[in-house]
């Protein structure tokens, strides 16, 4: 049997393919490992949406070989489309992959390197097609590619056009990992809420589907651009089994940015997607992207979107200092800023976004609420053992207990105690009674719908 292992960097789209092609593997004969040295084939999905992102994905290509030179090694991705040639010449890479011939990367593998196969029936049985960091959740690739052209965005160039997964084949990957005892799915994609706009359908559709047609207890949605959102859309999160959380990437709370990054979603309208959510969703989290220091930013615009994002309040913010990416309409913007502007500029969102998340998490005190917990727990000096969780509305929580007990991969009611500054996360409590002892079956629960 051949062993497989699959890395990834980048966004969860990213993480998504390797869920998928992990079970085609499986399906084949292929055990996966979770190390690249113990495979005999390699697969990279790299990223490419900063050139930095792009240098990364070349130093994990060249980690790799080095670690294991005689595995075959197959490199996709957006790096390996923006750049094929370049990825080619890397040094042991044996085949790449383009991210228009992704849905074929498993076929290609078998055929371009000869790959060895076994019968389906020869995988171990029951065998999850999942990775060990990350068995209670599982990424779903709904769509890929974006109608509309960002100009920072390189991702749109290297996966091209919109296209949507048919319904019923994201259910029937769903109800598989509820088979395998996942917990909780995320709707990803390139440009997650045009999904369906080639089938005649959308996303609204999509998720009430999955809810009447699987029994995973949690649905979450991965980045959603904040437009082209259906109508009554989140009328979905009445129902309890989807998570009251959102990542709506801003990119800038000011307008006269938006409108040079060509972004459809300007600062009244995106304000008024956010205080829906919230008004209408108990305990709704929005967290979100900022670019700082895209060309031409003057401190009146800075000033301005710092304000914005004070005044909006964020759970998250994933900060990027704007770096110009070959290919982009920005890169040939004029105005370019320095790197000492843009760093001083990073550190006092940083700072914001700091107290922001800090204040929210101090709101979540005293609630008691359904936490999905994860596995590696992390010995303390105490004996106990520490699991790290999310809340239904995406906070991170952790929960100390003794070694003879083993909460991974179960939804347990857990009372939010403190935020624990050292962490960076609240502290949480639960009934040890509800927690499997260590060593026992740890059942799926579905008590979330």
């Known amino acids: 049997m051949s ?35 113990d495979a005999q084939l390699m697969i990279i999905n790299t990223c490419a949406v900063t050139g930095e992102a792009a240098r990364k994905s070349r130093q994990l290509i060249r980690k790799q070989h080095r670690t294991n030179p005689s595995a075959k090694l197959v490199v996709t991705g957006c790096y390996a489309s923006l750049e094929e040639e370049q990825a080619n010449e890397l040094l042991g890479v044996d085949l790449v992959v383009p991210n228009t011939e992704k849905e074929q990367l498993v076929a ?5 390197l ?9 995988t171990e049985p029951g065998e999850p097609a999942l990775f060990a960091r990350n068995k209670e959740r599982a990424f779903i690739k709904v769509q890929d590619g974006c109608r509309y052209r960002c100009t920072f965005c390189i991702v749109t160039v290297a996966r091209g056009d919109e296209r ?7 259910i029937d990957e769903v109800n598989k990992h509820v088979a395998e005892g996942v917990q909780e799915i995320v709707v990803a994609g390139v440009h997650v809420g045009g999904y369906g706009s080639d ?24 980045s959603v651009e904040p437009w082209d959102l259906p109508e009554d859309f989140f009328t979905l999160f009445e129902n309890p089994r989807v998570m009251p959380h959102m990542h709506l990437p801003l990119q800038s709370g000011a307008d006269s940015v938006l409108r040079r990054m060509a972004r ?15 008004e209408n969703i108990p305990n709704f989290n929005v967290t979100t992207d900022i670019i700082v220091g895209f060309p031409g930013e003057t ?10 994002i004070e005044e909006l309040g964020f759970g998250h913010i994933h900060i990027f200092s704007y770096s110009p990416r070959e290919g982009t309409k920005a890169a040939r913007l004029s105005g370019h800023l320095n790197n000492d502007v843009k760093k001083s500029r990073s550190q006092r969102l940083h700072a914001l976004a700091a107290n922001q998340k800090q204040s929210l998490m101090q709101q979540q005190v ?24 999310h809340t239904p509305n995406y906070h991170r929580v952790f929960i100390d207990v003794p070694a003879s007990y083993n909460p991974a991969n179960q939804i347990l009611l857990t009372q939010l105690v403190e935020v624990n500054d050292a962490a960076n996360m609240l502290r949480g409590e639960a009934d040890l009674n509800q927690i499997n002892k260590m060593g026992a079956p740890i059942a799926v629960n579905v008590s979330a719908h």
């Open 3 to 37: 062993n497989v292992f699959l890395t990834a960097l980048g966004c969860r789209l990213n993480e998504a393919e390797l869920q998928r092609w992990a079970q085609e593997y499986q399906q084949i004969g292929y055990q996966l490992v979770q190390r690249s040295e």
């Open 108 to 112: 290609k593998t078998q055929q371009v």
């Open 114 to 122: 000869e790959l060895p196969t076994m019968p389906t029936m020869a």
């Open 164 to 170: 949507s997964r048919t319904p019923e084949s994201i």
């Open 199 to 222: 089938l005649d359908t959308d996303l609204f559709t999509l998720v009430r589907r999955i809810l009447d047609e699987t029994e995973v207890p949690r649905i979450r949605f991965a």
């Open 264 to 278: 459809r979603c300007k600062t009244e309208a995106f304000k008024k997607l956010v205080t829906e959510a919230r």
């Open 299 to 308: 401190d009146e615009e800075f000033d301005a979107s710092m304000a914005y």
């Open 366 to 389: 005293g609630q008691s609420v359904d936490v999905l917990w994860e596995g590696n727990p992390q010995p303390q000096e105490n004996g106990l053992m520490r699991y790290v969780g």
